[in-house]
Every structure is written in structure tokens, then in C-alpha cells.
């Protein structure tokens, strides 16, 4: 759900954007995964709120994860959006999980 907000609700919709930017950081035992766009973002003084995509992909993360994760949404500067998750960094075989997908 996020690179299809990003293409969505960002570059798709102002002809001026088509900048997609994924990137992943590892970081004092943690992963951030990083998905920003250069589309028209939010107009100064609107709500970010989270649709049933984003909603999903919350609730999926506190079940992996419980509080170590958190997914914040950004772009009330009127360009772009940035959605960033963190989780904690884990080992394969702590990953073992029978929720894994």
C-alpha cells in the first residue's frame, strides 16, 4: 500500500511529478523503510490521516511487532508525502513466526 499511495495520490495526479524514492536504513538494531514522493502532498493545515491500506498495514505491524514498530506519515508542506515504517531488526530464524507471510 505504500508505493501505490505514493503512485496513487502523488505522481499520478500532478503532471509536474513522477519522483518515486524506496529506501531502507539500518540503524541501532532497527529497520526504517523509507517511501517518499514529489507529488502535490497535502495543502498547509490539512489532517494526514490514514485510509484502509495504511490502517491494514498499522494493525499488521503492532501484530508482528507489537510497540517496537510504528509507521508515520509526513507532507504537510504542500509537496510530496513521505511514509516511513520501522520494525525491529531480527535474525531469519527469529523470524520464524507462523503469522510470517
Same mark, same amino acid.
Given at each position: 500500500?505504500?508505493?501505490?499511495?505514493?503512485?496513487?495520490?502523488?505522481?499520478?495526479?500532478?503532471?509536474?511529478?513522477?519522483?518515486?524514492?524506496?529506501?531502507?536504513?539500518?540503524?541501532?538494531?532497527?529497520?526504517?523503510?523509507?517511501?517518499?514522493?514529489?507529488?502535490? &502532498?497535502?495543502?498547509?493545515?490539512?489532517? !494526514?490521516?490514514? %485510509?484502509? *491500506?495504511?490502517?491494514?498495514?498499522?494493525?499488521?505491524?503492532?501484530? /508482528?511487532? &507489537?510497540?517496537?514498530?510504528?509507521?508515520? !506519515?509526513?507532507? %504537510?508542506? *504542500?509537496?510530496?508525502?513521505?511514509?516511513?515504517?520501522?520494525?525491529? /531488526?531480527?535474525?531469519?530464524?527469529?523470524?520464524?513466526?507462523?503469522?510470517?507471510?
Amino acid at each position: 500500500p505504500l508505493v501505490e499511495n505514493a503512485i496513487k495520490h502523488g505522481i499520478s495526479v500532478d503532471s509536474a511529478a513522477g519522483r518515486l524514492e524506496i529506501a531502507a536504513q539500518r540503524n541501532n538494531g532497527r529497520v526504517s523503510l523509507r517511501v517518499r514522493d514529489d507529488g502535490p &502532498g497535502l495543502a498547509p493545515g490539512s489532517r !494526514l490521516r490514514f %485510509g484502509v *491500506g495504511l490502517t491494514n498495514v498499522q494493525s499488521r505491524l503492532k501484530q /508482528l511487532y &507489537g510497540d517496537e514498530s510504528s509507521l508515520e !506519515l509526513t507532507g %504537510g508542506d *504542500g509537496r510530496g508525502c513521505e511514509a516511513i515504517i520501522t520494525i525491529p /531488526l531480527r535474525s531469519s530464524h527469529e523470524d520464524a513466526s507462523p503469522h510470517r507471510r
